[in-house]
């Protein structure tokens, strides 16, 4: 089904907003799951919402923020969220860096004491928009085991890289595990199988069932050894660089006893400080031409940038609506009775 985006924005502001959040928190954490779900990045849509509210409810994550700055450098400092929501924390310290990069050409934020902030290239994206790149890192609870290993030592850690390109930016936004754990949540709710190089159960072995993976399992990195030396780096960049937790020392958002400690990684290149604008915008659409322009293989209509699949399901969701799954709805419905709130309407 498709819902009105108006209509889930109203809902989910309401829902945070029922907790005493401030409107402004409220709607950018309902901004940042939006734009998931018109990217259909349905693993970090609104599918998040119940969750969100109950860490709220449990004082896991704080309904006001409260931010903190340790230290500025210059080009360099370091924030604390003090359990705020992710993205709120995310957001205001992606614009930091950004007006950092301003002055000094380059403006890292690294950031302790947050919680899950979405999707990675929200905040990446806001670099891009201002005609620079944002790279964007943040750890999360271990999700995947050493090569070798049965035991989650590491996050599949999301890496996003953003620049601006003559229309729209190019960006890379990705888990460094197969799949993100937000899709074989998605599997499992609307009962699907998952292809079988996306995790493995308990014992090692690949498997096609969510629940094998949620209950004991791994998932499994991206390219293998390379994948897991990208997370432990991205566990560098991030816990070890802010002084936060890391690895293990982090619990499950799914863990509704324990508070989360996430890190986060936010640097902007401020690309008028290295080159002219003019000469970065013209090699861009020489690159993006010599891609797009290639000889393509047998049976393949066209070649697409890094990002440009999702923007494309971005402006025809703006136009039909907001994807949601019938399992959703009713869990949303749930989630309105419990708040004492109106229910989502579907004409």
Known sequence: MFIEKDKLVHFSNECFMKLGMPEEEANTITEVMLEADLREIHSHGFLRLPIYIERIQKGLISSKANISMINNHGATALMDGNYSAGQVVAKEAMEKSIAMSEESGLGLVAVKNSNHFGITAYYSLMAAKQDKIGIVISNVAPLMPAIGGKEKVIGNNPISIAAPSVNEPIVLDMALSNTAFGKILFHKENNKEIPADWGVDRNGVPTTNPEDIINGGFLSPVGGPKGFGLAVMAEILTGILSGGDFSKMIPSMYDTENKQSISHFMLTIDIKKLIPLEVYYSSIEKLTGFIKNSSKADGVKD?????????????????????????????????????????LIIQ
């Open 303 to 343: 070649i697409y940038l890094p990002g440009e699949i999702e923007f494309m399901k971005e402006r025809a969701n703006k136009t039909r609506g907001i994807p949601l799954e019938e399992n959703l709805k009713e869990q949303l419905d749930e989630l309105a009775n419990e708040l004492k709130i109106q229910k």
